[in-house]
């Protein structure tokens, strides 16, 4: 009997040769307006493996506007995001916080989030068999950034004020309370995010990082693995400093750019780790050919697959063209049949 979508995933986490790697399409609303007859057909022809379960709070938190629409648009946290292209994300202009301590009341935690409607998730989770995610993508480093602006936030973490200090504690129970919330429904992971890297390097210093935020991303994989979920995590940028230390933690799986980093850099961590992508989506994606899409993922399958480890992921977004993005799920398939039965 073929394996379902979910058990692919599962596989593909404990490098367990499943029949094909996981796949996983990531598509921003520009592209979805762009390319609609093309996307149509990829997921026609590489139908994702993985589903989100959203939309199941009994009371929304407030927002006003549309993230992807040219304007403004306020989010859950009270941040307001200046938006000038159509179908992306825009930027925070205006900090809600000058200072820690007197602008704590202006920040709104959405605590809305915690009213989970935990048969409904779970109704969905039993509707589909596809590998489930939690609707919820807890980034205490970004929303910080968010609230106090990038420049801010970094001179705070330079010589961090006891209010900052506060704030982050309460942040993090926060959302140890709502992947907590999550991790007792029937999905299968809760995924986390934080742009942690440049195009070189990694925004603050190692030894900071692991001491002010290593330790939430812990609490987060050991609440998850307490509940029998795998933990996903998301990060831009060159991350190869901290990589043992997300094996260190328990982390399941990590979607970083490995070609910022060079997927032989990271080798060293194939077995102990799944990379969940991805495609280059800053040269290849938009301005290579299918035959480079071939070489780049020939690269991460020849250096980061271990029967498994390795999902089939790319970003569909500004720029990107649509037979690249087939041509990651296709070169994918080809690679791991091949894997499995030369």
């Not at 404990?14 to 790697?21: K, Q, T």
């Not at 910022?260 to 800053?282: K, N, S, V």
Request: glycine share 6%; with cysteine.
């Amino acid at each position: 009997m073929n394996a379902t979508p979910r058990e692919i995933v599962h596989q593909t986490l404990d490098f367990a040769s499943p029949a094909r790697a996981a796949r996983d399409l990531w598509l921003l609303p520009i592209a979805a307006e762009k390319f609609r007859d093309e996307l149509a057909e990829i997921e026609r022809e590489f139908p994702s493996d993985f589903v989100g379960i959203v939309g199941h709070e009994r009371e929304i938190a407030p927002t006003k506007g549309d993230p992807y629409a040219i304007g403004e648009y306020t989010d859950e946290w009270g941040c307001t995001f200046v938006n000038i292209q159509r179908g992306v994300i825009g930027e925070v202009k205006a900090p809600l916080v000058e200072d820690w301590a007197a602008d704590r009341a202006r920040v709104h935690f959405p605590r809305e989030w915690l009213t989970l409607d935990r048969d409904a998730v779970n109704r969905d989770c039993a509707a589909t068999d596809r590998f489930t995610f939690a609707g919820i993508n807890p980034r205490p480093f970004e929303q910080m950034q968010f609230l106090r602006g990038s420049e801010g936030l970094y001179i705070d973490l330079a010589d961090p004020p006891p209010a900052m200090l506060a704030f982050m504690r309460d942040l993090h129970a926060f959302y140890c309370e709502i992947i907590t919330a999550w991790a007792q429904t029937d999905v299968d992971a809760i995924r986390f995010m934080d742009d942690w890297g440049s195009q070189r390097a990694l925004l603050i210093s190692p030894t900071l990082w692991r001491e002010l935020f290593k330790p939430m991303y812990r609490d987060f994989a050991q609440i998850a693995h307490a509940h029998g979920k795998r933990i996903f995590m998301h990060s831009d940028g060159y991350i190869a400093a901290v990589y043992p230390d997300l094996v260190e933690i328990g982390i399941d799986a990590v979607n970083s750019q490995l070609f910022c980093m060079d997927p032989a850099t990271l080798a060293p961590h194939a077995g102990q780790i799944t990379f969940w992508g991805e495609i280059d989506r800053q040269h290849l994606l938009p301005h290579g050919t299918p035959l480079y899409i071939q070489l780049g993922v020939g690269a991460v399958h020849r250096h980061l697959w271990r029967d498994g480890g390795c999902s089939a992921q790319c970003e569909f977004g500004a720029g990107a063209r649509p037979e690249n993005v087939r041509a990651v799920f296709a070169t994918w398939n080809e690679l791991t049949t091949l894997h499995l039965h030369a």
